[in-house]
């Protein structure tokens, strides 16, 4: 019985999305991608926090400070017009291949989050190609009333799923 309680109680932590969200809760979404690619190519695409072309929902991405510690961004979704994310950088290593974020502007109409803290990655795969890791946590805004915490985990796995979907469209899926 004790095994099986804690069989379920991992699994509910490897599978959060899948959990129903408590609406003060901190919230995960931590979803990955296989490429073919070899891990620094699929980081010369991705690792530069500039840039955010190679994401689908990204019309534009502006910013000051480069890849350094603070360094601030602006993505202007879906055309020249469209709503905005403003993000900070929190750590970037070219060297690990990673990087760390959070939004610090949005409205709960673009992205229902609040506190989001995210974290992209890119590390080698056993059998050849990369595997591609974007992870993040947050909480359901509260000015998103109508909405509740499964709506928000729906909305960044959106994101995340979009831009995984394009890197695979990109470098292609590895072989077995």
């Given amino acids: 019985m004790k095994r099986?309680?804690?069989l379920?109680?991992?699994a509910a932590a490897a599978l959060p999305s899948l959990v129903p969200a408590d609406e003060s809760a901190q919230l995960t979404v931590h979803l990955t991608t296989t490429v073919a690619a070899p891990p620094a190519e699929v980081w010369s695409a991705i690792g530069d926090f500039q840039d955010m072309s190679w994401h689908p929902?990204?019309?534009s991405t502006t910013g000051t400070g480069s890849n350094a510690a603070d360094a601030t961004r602006r993505l202007?979704?879906?055309?020249?017009?469209?709503p905005t994310?403003?993000?900070q950088l929190d750590t970037?290593?070219?060297?690990?291949?990673?990087y760390s974020y959070r939004i610090t502007q949005v409205r709960a109409d673009v992205l229902p989050v609040t506190d989001y803290h995210s974290q992209l990655s890119v590390t080698p795969r056993d059998a050849g190609g990369s595997v591609v890791e974007w992870q993040g946590t947050f909480h359901r805004?509260?000015?998103?009333?109508?909405?509740d915490g499964d709506a928000a985990i729906a909305a960044v796995s959106g994101v995340y799923q979009a831009g995984l979907d394009a890197l695979q469209a990109r470098f292609g899926a590895p072989e077995s």
């Fill in 4 to 6: 099986r309680l804690f």
């Fill in 8 to 10: 379920m109680a991992v």
């Fill in 57 to 59: 929902a990204v019309y």
């Fill in 76 to 82: 202007i979704l879906g055309g020249e017009d469209g």
């Fill in 85 to 87: 994310i403003d993000e």
């Fill in 92 to 98: 970037h290593s070219a060297d690990a291949m990673t």
């Fill in 141 to 147: 805004a509260e000015a998103a009333k109508d909405l």
